[in-house]
């Protein structure tokens, strides 16, 4: 264990080396074969989709997993028996996407508590280990307080939480799961100075994605996955967007525009108007047609999620008037907005969305037992029973039947279920927020092919989403909200990916 | 539903509300001063520190099993089962094993009934509380059923020595307040706990293991061994407390203290340990345990009937945990995202 | 390339290899789907069967004698009823601890009405026997109602709050009672603790009955899915418009209902009240309601399961005394069982598990294969 070297980044033999690494589960396999190699002062983007085999490639360099062959190779040394504690001791550091942050214990605790563990430590002081925390921070430039309960910080604090205790380990290697999910556009930009930095002290960094511009913008070398092989690798200049994705789904996307007109009644289904709540969006003023599929978008914070919680009464606003089918509603709750005719799929799906563990029949009744009650209180099951055939057929969800827990489904058809849960509770209005969101290329088709058939049945549809492209194939018009306020709004020939995307950052 | 909310000053209060514990207990001797000065005395105090005594070291116990995220209800059954056992074993043998002998075996035996639990939480990954609701069955069970079911009258001779020795005695002939030894080992037991569960890795493993089990593991804690180890470790403080409610009582009976263990549990909550693992301290456990000694002392000397003791306790903890549970709800409407609102740059 | 069409005709014999594989594991997830959803009952069947051969095996004149028989389905409903109330609880992911406590109110309200009236005119007593049982109910109820309360609208955690009531409950029928026992009930209770339709119990029959009317409630009204998927997510439940405060309360107060259901079950059969009555009930009903497969962390459970958990440990106990095992062997096979059970189902959810992603995993890659060409 030699990390006494911070000296120029030595070249010829790579930090860390993964050669034929097979891992199988239960039969299947999940990398088959995989090699990849991460260099000194490189940061080495891996790509896939979901499923792809990245979370086990991960979890195989952390030592949580062992590969059924093939080998991890440390500054050329083979380790063949790598546990979680061996690989921090040789200074490869992962940054997962949920933080595994301790919420009950301090910055500083959570900072030094791996390198103590590491560290084979019998005793744990505080008073002594505040300084190496506080030493890290001020290297790093960042203001934290050391002091605070992790619970108690914002997603972007509990983030340089985790980058900290990372390199307090002098880290050689950092790997970092999906770090900007949960970011705002100046966070990333955070990131991405630190990022900077690290590599400058020789730090080797893997960035795992499923943004890709953002990816390629801060990667020198590039992996791709797909179903467990890795089908493509090389410098990141000989690569764009477009043949990332290529690889990473194995044809071309298509993300053409195909919209049906709406159907302009006396009044919209929904007009909002002068929607506020302090702090997060403030008057917000549109309105949606029958037959209309509206975009919302913004960067991540810019408060888009919020109007849509806000309109579905997660997060009733405190001023502004909503008005459906002509007539004022107040909407103080779920309930309210539900009975109003309003839907929400949310972002949070494996959360908010579903029930895992029961069958997708329940999952698709959910919103609607109440229109299912018969005079005698029972519910009509046979109606029931119909209602849910009818969707499992019509949205395509591939399962071996109704009852199996949505638990064993792929993201695209527990979206689906998602889908039905709301169509069978026919809503005039439907918000869906990041709607394909971790699904897989196939069904992310499908899903926006339901959108417009639903459209063209009548139902006014609002999706919000940072994915510009894939709103503007299905939009009949795109708004645009910055710092919680309606800034720009685009409709027929104006909505162009570029246009749009340069208004969102402006 | 964790409770977050610090209102400053924050130090004051304490991270599980131990200073608002603190100054509930002040107020509660203030109080009961004013209405009876008799029971500002030494008599009061001491008998309070008895009564303290057994349900403080079982409370250590169920504080460290609460921390880690679990609820044990095993712990007065490996207690007795402990204490009864040693004391049939010098009775059958007819050795005298000394009050370190006594505690020597028994806390072994408390140790391993533990690590029976920590096994079966650690290597099935059970429900704490389903666990431990079956093995304090198979605890009491065995010992009625295979250790004795008798009611022990006569102690051995080094315990029943050791029951009625006094650390100090205060007062004329008549009325002698008198502090038992056994407070010497409770205090001492208390501050090594806290030094286990501040100081060294092991306690800080335990924290960790409340807080995210998962994340423990990345970290590289090895969350069997940390369970097992501290599943005897509280086996071993239970065999601790059952010892000395034997020396206490001066009999052996394998009925008691077995019914016992929601009281404990909740005077640990009312200390401030949060039921959802990751939150509590020895001194909030004290504190915990010390009102409910003080209100059921309280409530005799104000004339009402004991019975109303049980009610009390539970309108404490109801309370007590209703306003943080407000609170926690207060909050989250408040502050609904906890994110960085982006700065106009 | 020859080695891209080598390449080729590999993956194409893998994706018939594998699509021959998925129509196999579809078949063996939808049965073992099926499987789960009767899983509880069907091991319960099996245990049940399981201690009723193994002590008409070890004493069949006694075990099958009529009169031990009746015994069993005397003093199985106070207790199953006690059950049925925690698995309502424990299908929101929550607890109820004081239901025993919450019977105990009910018996001691009946019976101090019933001596009260008694005391003047004992004809009038008996004559008002509906409605001092009606008042017994309701204080039971009205215990549920504040579980309820501190659970879905103040919001504390159901442990903690049924922890705190089964204290204060317990504690005012303790100062009520004096620590004694109460004697006197209507002589229509008397009428149900020993009359028997066909030779089976009336208060087996009653048990029964409300079991079924829960069953009915859990698995066919709205009601019982919200429960349920409360239970299953809470948050998802919210964003699925469930009325949680609503939930939750109705949760409350049916598990407050059951107990005091008990509570006059409990009466019925012998017309005393204390406060201390069935204090190792607490535990014991908790084991029935897990045995009898309810999930302890919500969302599954069938009432079925817990009749026949109920029923089991019931016979386990009889079987224990008629050879001559004592109640102590008793408490250890309640333990054995609780723990063997769980040991086997974390056991077999683990198999699962493995088995549902690896379906999970080949799917993924049939839908990358798919998309391929």
Known sequence: MSNTDSTAPDRSVPVLEARNIVKTYGGVTALKGVSLTLTSGHVHCLAGENGCGKSTLIKIISGAERPDSGEILIDGVSHPFMTPKKAIQLGIQVIYQDFSLFPNLTVAENIVLTSAVAQKRKTFSLAQSRPRAHAIVQELGLTLNLDAYVETLSVADRQLTAICRALINDARVIIMDEPTTALTHTEVDRLFALVRKLQARGVALMFVSHKLEEALSISQDITILRSGDRVSSGSATDFDRRSISRHMTGRDIDESRVINPPQYDERPVLEVHALTRMGEFENITFDLHRGEILGITGLLGSGRSEIAESLFGVLPAESGDTTVNGSKVHIRSIRDAIDAGIGYVPEDRLTQGLFLDKSIADNMIASSLDKYRMKNHLLDNKRIARTISVFFDKLHIKAPNVSAPVRSLSGGNAQRVVLAKWLANQPQILILNGPTVGVDVGSKEEILTLLRAEAAHGMGLIVISDDVPELVSVCNRIIVIQQGRLTSSFTGDEIQVDAIQERMSA | ?345 | MSEQKSNETRQIALQTARSTNQRIDNVVSSSLARFHVSHGVGRMILLTLLAFVIFTIAAPQVFLNPLNLQNIAITSPEIGLLALAVMVALLTGGIDLSVVAIANLTTITISTLYSTIAATDEGLADSLGPVIVLVGFVVGLFGGFINGLLVSKVGITPILATLGTMQIFNGIAIVWTGGETLYGAPAMLNTVGTGAIAGIPLLFVVFIAVAVIIAVIINKTALGSTILLQGANPVAAKFSGIRTTRTLMSTYLISGALAALAGILIISRNPTASADYGSSYVLLVIVIAILGGTNPTGGFGTVLGVVLATLTLQIVSSGFNIVRLSSYEYAIAQGVILIGVMVIDQVTRNRQRSAVLKQRKLKVQLQAKDSNQ
């Not at chain 2, 949060?274 to 409530?299: A, E, H, P, Y």
């Not at chain 2, 007590?320 to 989250?332: E, F, K, M």
Request: hydrophobic content about 55%.
């Open chain 2, 1 to 345: 539903m964790k409770t977050t909310t610090r209102w400053s000053p924050a130090a004051l209060r304490g991270a599980n509300n131990e200073g608002i514990l603190g100054l509930i207990v002040l107020f509660l001797i203030i109080g009961m001063t004013a209405v009876n000065p008799d029971f500002f005395s030494f008599g009061t105090f001491f008998s309070i520190i008895r009564a303290s005594v057994v349900p403080m070291i079982f409370a250590l116990g169920v504080l460290i099993v609460i921390v880690s995220g679990g609820i044990d209800v095993s712990f007065p059954a490996i207690a007795i089962f402990s204490a009864y056992t040693t004391v049939v074993l010098m009775q059958t043998s007819g050795m005298d094993f000394g009050v370190l002998g006594v505690l020597g075996v028994a806390l072994v035996l408390g140790a391993l009934l533990g690590l029976i639990n920590g096994g079966l939480i650690a290597r099935f990954k059970l429900p704490t509380l389903i666990v431990t609701l079956g093995t304090q069955g198979i605890f009491k069970g065995v010992l009625l059923a295979y250790v004795g079911s008798r009611y022990i009258a006569e102690l051995p001779a080094s315990m029943a020595n050791f029951s009625t020795m006094d650390l100090v005695s205060i007062g004329d002939g008549s009325t002698v307040a008198s502090l038992h030894v056994l407070i010497v080992p409770v205090v001492i037991l208390c501050l090594l706990v806290h030094i286990m569960l501040r100081r060294t890795m092991f306690g800080r493993g335990i924290y960790a293991i409340g807080g995210d089990t998962e994340a423990a593991r990345r970290a590289g804690f090895s969350v069997v061994r940390i369970q097992l180890a501290l599943y005897a470790l509280v086996g071993a403080l239970a065999a601790f407390g059952g010892v000395l409610h034997v020396t206490l009582t001066r009999s052996a009976n394998p009925q008691d203290l077995l019914g016992t263990e929601l009281d404990i549990i909740a005077a640990v909550v009312l200390g401030g340990a949060s039921i959802f693992g990751g939150r509590g301290s020895v001194l909030g456990t004290v504190l915990g345990v010390l009102l409910i000694q003080l209100i059921n002392n309280s409530l005799i000397l104000m004339g009402i009937p004991s019975a109303w003791q049980r009610t009390a306790v539970g309108l404490l903890l109801v309370i007590g945990v209703g306003i943080q549970a407000l609170g926690a709800r207060r909050a989250s409407k408040k502050v609904i995202v906890p994110r960085e609102t982006v700065v106009p740059s």
